[in-house]
């Protein structure tokens, strides 16, 4: 069984920063890919932000200069530091990881419970 847990979300001011953290758990046998996906209310979930174990980065190109990834693999932890926060930001956050696992045949799709991120004054 593998588990994603984030951490870090929460209130924050316009223009001013969040750091999410995310650490994947349980019987792993490589990450691949992990990253963060967000959604708003009454709109679909949409990629934020992935990274790869080689450290190749991927961002929603609104995103680009504001937010970064970057991630620790010996921890299987990943990190979002978020720059800027706008209201539009305001959704929950989820962690997203690409996971071989004991036993699995493949490498599959694990998610995080989701963080809420709100953006407000």
């Known amino acids: 069984q593998v588990q994603l847990v984030e951490s870090g979300g929460g209130l924050v001011q316009p223009e001013g920063s969040l750091r999410l953290s995310c650490a994947a758990s349980g019987c792993i046998l490589s990450v691949y890919w992990m990253g963060w996906y967000r959604q708003a209310p009454g709109k679909q979930r949409e990629l934020v932000a992935r990274?790869?174990?080689?450290?190749?980065?991927d961002y929603a190109d609104s995103l680009k200069g504001r937010f970064t990834i970057s991630r620790v693999n010996a921890w299987n932890t990943v990190f979002l530091q978020m720059n800027g926060l706008k209201p539009d930001d305001t959704a929950v956050y989820y962690c997203?990881?690409?996971?071989?696992?004991?036993?699995?045949?493949?490498?599959?799709?694990?998610w995080g419970q989701g963080t809420q991120v709100t953006v407000s004054s």
């Open positions: 997203y990881g690409r996971i071989s696992a004991v036993a699995a045949a493949a490498a599959q799709d694990y």
């Open positions: 990274i790869s174990g080689d450290g190749t980065t």
